[in-house]
């Protein structure tokens, strides 16, 4: 392995770490703003019902991050070289942190919440009447598009697009009967 003097090594372990840091601290502001915004929707929607479709996958980041922090304090037994263990340490608490971050992130995006009028995704509410068409992604991963109105774009995973598209035509069909309740009278 090549040689890195002390100073080099601590320069590009604080650059990693503020880099990993910032992620993860951008990722907390965005999970904090939809843990409130969640629970003032949940407060105003009383009909409103809670979905969570990552549970495992977040469990298993969590189990990553776990061992990745695990790996960080016993790096000193997977080298041999005492002079490269700053860097092991700081590469698997780098990794410890983006999959903290990715927690985060696969939390609020694998939660969604349906109303009888739209559903709450992220950190912003989407109302059905607003959507344009939700379009299969083509490749390898089979993500789902869902088109708005005011030009917004959002692409959430196969089973929420499908749990999405089978409630927005629940809401057409009510609508629909709305209307001719409404010209019979």
Same mark, same amino acid.
């Given at each position: ?5 002390? &100073? ?31 629970? &003032?929707?949940?407060? $105003? ?26 790996? &960080?304090?016993? &790096?000193?037994?997977? $080298? ?52 344009? $068409? ?52």
């Amino acid at each position: 392995m090549f040689q890195m003097n002390n &100073a080099l090594q601590w320069i590009v372990s604080i650059a990693l770490v503020l880099y990993v840091g910032y992620s993860l601290v951008k990722s907390g502001k965005e999970y904090s703003l939809y843990k409130k915004n969640s629970k &003032a929707f949940l407060e $105003t929607h009383k009909d409103a019902v809670e979905c969570r479709y990552g549970k495992w996958q977040c469990a298993l980041l969590v189990v990553m991050t776990v061992a990745c922090i695990a790996m &960080a304090l016993l &790096a000193q037994h997977f $080298t041999d070289d005492m002079a490269q263990i700053l860097l092991y340490r700081v590469a698997y608490l780098c990794i410890a942190i983006v999959f903290a971050g990715l927690t985060l992130e696969m939390w609020m995006h694998r939660t969604i919440i349906f109303s009888e009028d739209g559903f709450f995704i992220g950190t912003q509410y989407y109302r059905y009447r607003m959507i344009v $068409t939700l379009e299969k992604r083509k490749g390898i991963v089979k993500n789902i598009k869902v088109l708005f109105q005011n030009g917004d774009v959002i692409e959430v995973s196969q089973r929420i697009g499908e749990e999405i598209r089978v409630r927005f035509n629940e809401y057409k069909v009510k609508k629909k009967e709305r209307k001719e309740k409404r010209r019979k009278h």
